[in-house]
């Protein structure tokens, strides 16, 4: 009891620089997030490897995937490379209704960013992580949840 009475005065001091918000993000920054986001959302309107090859990092990006419990395992995530995904963005899909709801960039190297669609009765929420490599911005890994 007295190492947490000791240690909690150090945490509530370091508290506020902890909670100090990053550095705005450039206007340049985000329009890069953006377009690398709009063209992921491209590729599944149009039916494009092409335009999910913009947004992806394809040869070391990962989606995970969540996959319910079935009869022989519970709940567990399965993993494909994104350039494997980019390649089945073969089909129109030209209904949906897309939402770029958030964007936080880090340092000017690092994004993440939520993205929500909606077409017929389906819904998804989409969540990216991003790095600008050289001066693109490319998705390095996805995940998603069906509602």
């Keep these: 009891m007295k190492h947490a009475l000791t240690i909690l005065p150090t945490i509530?001091?370091?508290?506020?620089?902890?909670?100090?918000p990053a550095e705005e993000a450039s206007a340049e920054d985000i329009a890069g997030v953006r377009a690398a986001l709009e063209a992921y959302i491209a590729a599944?309107?149009?039916?494009?490897?092409?335009?999910?090859?913009?947004?992806?990092?394809?040869?070391e990006g990962v989606l995970f995937i969540r996959r319910p419990a079935g009869e022989e395992q519970?709940?567990?995530?399965?993993?494909?490379?994104?350039g494997e995904l980019a390649s089945r963005y073969t089909r129109a899909n030209g209904d949906r209704n897309a939402v770029i709801r958030d964007i936080r960039i880090v340092e000017g190297v690092m994004a993440s960013a939520h993205v929500y669609m909606r077409w017929g009765d389906t819904e998804l929420d989409d969540?990216?992580?991003?790095?600008?490599?050289g001066d693109e911005w490319k998705i390095v890994a996805k995940t998603a949840v069906f509602h």
Excluded: C, I, R
């Design 12 to 20: 509530l001091l370091a508290a506020p620089a902890l909670a100090q």
């Design 44 to 59: 599944g309107d149009t039916g494009n490897p092409d335009s999910a090859s913009q947004a992806f990092e394809t040869e």
């Design 74 to 82: 519970g709940d567990h995530v399965t993993t494909m490379e994104l």
């Design 127 to 133: 969540m990216f992580l991003l790095y600008k490599l």
